[in-house]
């Protein structure tokens, strides 16, 4: 089976300007996620949707982040306006019936300068 | 509530020597745990995982994982480190509540293997 895919793989941008991030999870996969990992650290979630609703957010900053489900499929994070704190990679992953793993796409690494 | 604990966040062992990876957790209902790999510069991909079968779970690349509720620890070994383990490595909480599937990370541990 296809992998979950994510665009752009890189992207470099300057601080106050925006960005979007797109996700394609596993085909029949109704968890997606999106997690920040900033370098030497672990992932931090910042949002989980089941379907196209979110059932956790709490720890994504709303006043810049922002994050769509449409159809219950694919999947965009937006950050506007960037701060060089955000430098990181995203990662998107998804899972499919309850208590299976995650599979992860290859992130997308974001240098804000 | 939940959490995951990696009691190293470094840990350094020789070639061939056996390898011992420390997480312990916390959970209010009975959860899935996973270790997961992290190549520098790739993705993460799943070792292995335990949903509530078999204490001891075999992953891939020789490592291997132990459940011991009493102790509320999965620790991660491998009996004979190679060159290609050099990585970091992810502990993973999972429980359903709610709803939905929560999940919590550990912080990660780097494995160094000497030559």
Known sequence: E?????????????????????CN??????????YQQILGQGPKLLIQFQNNGVV???????????AERLKGVDSTLKIQPAKLEDSAVYLCASSGRVL?????????????? | ???VTQLDSHV???EGTPVLLRCNYSSSYS?????????????????LKYTSAATLVKGINGFEAEFKKSETSFHLTKPSAHMSDA????CVVSVYSGGYQKVTFGTGTKLQVIP
């Open chain 2, 1 to 3: 509530a939940q959490s």
């Open chain 2, 31 to 47: 959860p899935s745990l996973f270790w997961y790999v992290q190549h520098p510069n790739k993705g993460l991909q799943l070792l």
């Open chain 2, 87 to 90: 990585a970091e490595y992810f």
């Open chain 1, 56 to 66: 956790d957010d709490s720890q994504l900053p709303k006043d810049r982040f922002s």
């Open chain 1, 2 to 22: 296809a992998g979950v895919a994510q665009s752009p793989r890189y992207k470099i941008i300057e601080k106050r300007q925006s960005v979007a991030f797109w």
């Open chain 1, 25 to 34: 999870p596993i085909s029949g996969h109704a968890t997606l996620y999106w």
């Open chain 2, 12 to 14: 350094s062992v020789s």
């Open chain 1, 100 to 113: 299976n793993e995650q599979f992860f796409g290859p992130g997308t690494r974001l240098t804000v300068l």
